[in-house]
């Protein structure tokens, strides 16, 4: 389906995310290891954070291997906070409008996954989208719907539980219309302080999510690695599969949950669509 990755930390150069790791983004969209599919070739988006009042957004229906002004922004531009994500379409055209990280405000939005026989529920879901909000969405992905729904339900109040809304009202949509697994979905969303990711799946398998471990640990058993070197501390990456193959550096996120990211702090929640939040595990 698609490949994503979460970076928040000291400021990278958006090369040694995208390009430098020996199983970057940019090498999954050829050759994805966990992905639904081997080649996430239907365009591409990155959305970081900087001197403007919003994030700036890099889209394009190129390829990811194959884009030469990516290569070119990633060799000068650096950030830290950067979104990423190549495409494989479950269907929607190939349009820059369709790439993610979708944006609204300060906020970016990626989803790699499926809401189940879109098509069938795309209508109602649109009606149940805020009305102010509905003339925003640019594109025909199931995943920008997701996502002002997400904002409908209260996304910029509380991320957790209007996700959960979401989701849960997604869900009872797909059953009524017969749908039998309404979401397939690892999401990230940010403020540009704040990072959460979460990892669900009506039918209990969920897309692989990773989350990097503690650079200070990583720093003490690799001294000698470059890009270790130079991260700060509180540098963290949620990824839908491993930058690379150090041990150690990578922990699984479990089905049915999510992980906030602020600073260095991080802390993994349950998620349950729509139900009362519970404490962090």
Known sequence: MCRWLAYSGSPVRLDDLLYNPTNSLVMQSKHSKLGAETTNGDGFGVGWYGAGPTPGLFRSTEPAWHDRNLRELAAQASAGRVFAHIRATTGTAIQQTNCHPFRYGQWLWMHN?????FLKVKRDLALAVDPSLYPLIEGSTDSEMFFYLALTFGLEEDPRAAVAEAVAYIEDTGLRHG???????????????????????????????FISSDVATLQAQYPDHELLSGLSEDARLVVSEPLGDLYGAWQEVPEAACVVVHGGEQALYPFVPASPLPEAV
């Open 113 to 117: 996954g499926v809401l189940g026989d």
């Open 179 to 209: 749908v039998e697994h309404p979401v397939q979905m690892t999401v990230a969303t940010t403020d540009g302080d704040t990072t959460w990711a979460f990892r669900y799946s009506s039918v209990g398998n969920a897309r692989s999510l």
